[in-house]
């Protein structure tokens, strides 16, 4: 999806300055919600307990930190922003080993 880079963990420098501003709009309109499952998550304030969650905001369908067009963000709960980003953490780390491979001057198996 998109020609952008998933990112994770968060690395800020490859998002907007006003990226905490987005977040949280992205937050409010989803009613502090989960998008997905509908978990109600903290807000800004709330303690912190085993009953509520830290809503965060992904990046979907396109990747890329710096895409933040309002059809492209979602509001999810830890879990669900977990199962979202599967997949790419997934190709990401076989590309890791592929090129550890290579640099060691191996060459990978297929499928690896």
């Keep these: 999806p998109g020609g952008g880079r998933a ?3 968060m690395q800020r420098h490859l998002y907007p300055p006003n990226w905490e501003e ?3 709009a992205v937050k409010e309109a989803a009613g502090w919600r989960c998008q ?3 978990r109600q998550c903290r807000r800004p304030g709330e303690p912190f307990d085993t009953h509520r969650r830290t ?3 992904a990046h979907w369908p396109d990747p890329d930190p710096m ?4 059809d492209n963000l979602l509001a ?3 879990a669900c922003h977990n199962r979202l980003d599967a997949p790419i953490r997934r190709q990401h780390a076989a ?3 592929r090129e550890s491979l290579e640099r060691a001057g191996q060459l990978p198996l297929e499928g690896f």
């Design 7 to 9: 990112v994770s963990p």
């Design 22 to 24: 987005i977040a949280t």
């Design 36 to 38: 997905t499952c509908g």
């Design 55 to 57: 809503l965060t905001v």
């Design 67 to 70: 895409n933040c067009s309002r």
């Design 76 to 78: 999810l709960c830890p």
């Design 95 to 97: 590309q890791t080993r």
